[in-house]
């Protein structure tokens, strides 16, 4: 710091006084004096708990400020998810359950949004195809409609009535709980299928008469096989 001051140079200097205990910061400014060629020096001493105060304040409202953002932040996320989350999750339900077979569903989302719009598109669709079930239900003969692998995906009502079994109760199971004499044996329709023979005939535990069972493939949009219907 002497050798600024001799020299006419600006100096900082800090240091805690043996007094008091107080670390101070001292600046010098050079400073000339008429038309004298000795440098003078203009010293300023701050203790550095003033200069750090306002620092220190600045940073606990930054960080406060900081924090209560966060927070907001946080809970609008929140807000927001399950806005959107909640609403996913009831039409997720909604389309298992057509999946299942339960076309009387309700799927209500009355926001004009894509959810909205997805939800009337699945409620459309389960109308739909309630009404393609009940056609099948309409029909006097029974309707039978296996996978490959032979287990039911669909029976109509014409069904029940003749075998006494429920929808709901055998959907998924192997469509020998019909059982009718060509159950299990070469003269079920669908080995007759495979055989490349499309019609059969069987009688019905209980009932008195001989029935024409007629079994063709089911395919998909790709024309692939994928069930058969009795």
Request: overall charge neutral; aromatic content about 6%; glycine content about 6%.
């Amino acid at each position: 710091v002497q050798d600024a001051v001799r020299t006419g140079k600006e100096a900082t200097e800090e240091k805690e006084s043996l007094s008091t205990g107080i670390r101070s910061r001292t600046v010098f400014v050079p400073v000339m004096i008429g038309q004298t060629k000795t440098p003078w020096s203009f010293g300023v001493s701050i203790p550095m708990d003033k200069v750090m105060a306002n620092a220190r304040d600045m940073t606990i409202v930054g960080v406060s400020i900081g924090v209560v953002a966060l927070l907001i932040l946080v809970a609008v996320i929140i807000m927001v998810s399950r806005s959107i989350t909640r609403p996913l999750v009831r039409l997720t339900q909604g389309a298992q359950a057509i999946a299942d077979g339960q076309l009387d569903v309700e799927m209500k989302h009355d926001s004009q949004d894509e959810l909205g719009a997805l939800a009337r598109a699945l409620h459309e669709m389960a109308q739909k195809l309630f009404m393609y079930v009940s056609s099948l239900d309409a029909v006097p003969f029974p309707v039978s409609v296996t996978d490959m692998n032979m287990n039911w995906v669909f029976l109509n009502k014409a069904v029940e009535n003749m075998t006494g079994l429920k929808r709901a109760e055998m959907l998924g199971k192997p469509c020998n709980n019909w059982n009718a004499d060509i159950c299990k044996t070469e003269r079920c329709g669908i080995e007759c299928l495979r055989r490349g023979q499309k019609t059969s005939f069987f009688q019905q535990p209980g009932i008195d008469a001989d029935f024409q069972v007629d079994t063709a493939y089911m395919h998909n949009v790709k024309g692939e096989q994928i069930g058969h219907i009795e």
